[in-house]
């Protein structure tokens, strides 16, 4: 009797039916395919880049798809170090006896690798994941062009770059697409995918249908700066960020936005992504969308001290050795930002402001179809940068409070901290109506 109870009262929560809802709408995108085309049958794929990116969509490739691939790289050893990622993961696999040493085998002869296109002209997808530079990635379509067949599809990995410039040389731009990853690769769930004006139905298709084989959950996006997970992640980070100008403490921060659900807090995070590669997304937003998008000056001294985040062992934290890995806040961060730490906001103060420039921006991207519904908006943010799963996603939990008291509350932190809350027409509209964001 306790139990039924217990699970009647759980059942009729607002964090149950956001779960459910959650569950129903990953269910339900697994049936889709994305266009209005048959998909290509893939017995082949190629992987440009044998860094930290390119390995792990080699063996999510080869591992969970069951697909020869191939890597290339300019020097050996990244060829050797995206074999070795994949070895190490499948070892971890055979040590708790979830595949015997064999299957480890079998699986780690699918992958193979070189310095040159031996090989590449049977692949019938070729996924480019190199860092962010747009001649190079054109270079690359070029070489892929010249080295595959006629079919071959070109997939950038890439975060930021439009990809109608990556396939503005191309000879067959209907065969490029945007696939973007999240890292690490092997864990995170969500990739989106971006085609551009010009990419065909059945490249489209056969992409979407690849991630899936991968075992992701793909989101189709429109080709714009930053597409969706960046564009909404990146005001989010801003805004910790400035409290972080304000005094407000590294731990104290990070802290905040984890109390209200979030797996690691925004300046961790940006650690984790690299600071460097934050660094390089932000002009592209600003360019695209203004000065809401602009990242607070002082933080080129960061840059500046050759803090990069992890990669480096030096960022917002410090990373050492130890049995927790040695993390902890650098306190030498403090002076090279000009800033004495001193706790002024209360931890929902600062959720409140991060969470409510992401909602924002989130609302922006609906309005402006860069996300084709609702759905996909949770499903991207839950999926993509761990926003509170019971909350179900930016737009259930804005449907939940009310258009209105989102447009409120907006208004009330631009009264208080300036023009970058400015509640969006999106918001407005729902507001003046009182409708809802509508979730398929």
Known sequence: RAEARAFGELAMTPQSAALRGLFFASTAMKKETGAEAEPRTLRQVGILGGGLMGGGIASVTAINAGLPVRIKDIHLQGVNHALKASWEGLSKKVKRRQISAAQRQQQMARMTGGTDYQGFAQRDLVIEALFEDLPLKQQMVAEVEAHCAPHAIFASNTSSLPIADIAAQAQRPENVIGLHYF??????????????????????????????????????????????????????????????LEGESVEHIDRALVRAGFPVGPIQLLDEVGIDVGSKITPVLQQAYGERFAAPAAFEAVLKDDRKGRKNGKGFYLYGGGRRGGKKPDPAIYPLLGVQPAAKLSEA??????????????????????????????????????????????????????AADIAQTLRALMRQYGDRFAPCEALLEAEEQGRKFYIS
């Open 183 to 244: 890292s690490p690769v092997e864990k995170m769930p969500l990739v989106e995918v971006i085609p551009h004006a010009g990419t065909s139905q059945q490249t489209l298709a056969t992409t979407v249908a690849l991630a899936k084989k991968q075992g992701k959950t793909p989101i189709v996006v429109a080709d714009r700066a930053g597409f969706y997970v960046n564009r909404i992640l990146a005001p989010y980070i801003n805004e910790a960020m400035r409290c972080l």
């Open 349 to 402: 103060q600062i959720a409140e402001r991060c969470m409510m420039m992401m909602l924002n921006e989130a609302a922006r991207c609906l309005d402006e179809g860069v996300i084709r519904s609702a759905r996909d908006g949770d499903v991207g943010a839950v999926f993509g940068i761990g926003f509170p799963p019971f909350l179900g996603g930016p737009f259930r939990y804005m449907n939940q409070r009310g």
